[in-house]
């Protein structure tokens, strides 16, 4: 599985994250929300972790779910 690019986000003066991939906003996070993301991201890998909080990552299941006899159309 290839390592989460793309991503960047910008804090706010109120508080508030932006989260970007690829110079297109993913969400917008605020209040405790945001508070744990900024935590988290300073402690761990900022793309995996903004990846995570967007969802936008692969979960390892793409394949068997293809092949899956309910899908195929």
Same mark, same amino acid.
């Given at each position: 599985? $290839? %390592?989460?690019?793309? @991503?960047?986000? /910008?804090?706010? =003066?109120? !508080?508030?994250?932006?989260?970007?991939?690829?110079?297109?906003?993913?969400?917008?996070?605020?209040? $405790? %929300?945001?508070?744990? @993301?900024?935590? /988290?991201?300073? =402690?761990? !890998?900022?793309?995996?972790?903004?990846?995570?909080?967007?969802?936008?990552?692969?979960?390892?299941?793409? %394949?068997?779910?293809?092949?899956?006899?309910?899908?195929?159309?």
């Amino acid at each position: 599985m $290839p %390592r989460p690019q793309g @991503f960047t986000y /910008e804090h706010h =003066s109120d !508080d508030t994250v932006t989260i970007t991939h690829n110079t297109r906003p993913a969400t917008t996070l605020r209040g $405790p %929300r945001a508070a744990q @993301f900024l935590t /988290e991201v300073e =402690s761990g !890998d900022p793309q995996l972790v903004m990846a995570r909080w967007t969802g936008n990552y692969k979960r390892g299941n793409e %394949r068997t779910a293809r092949n899956h006899p309910r899908n195929s159309r």
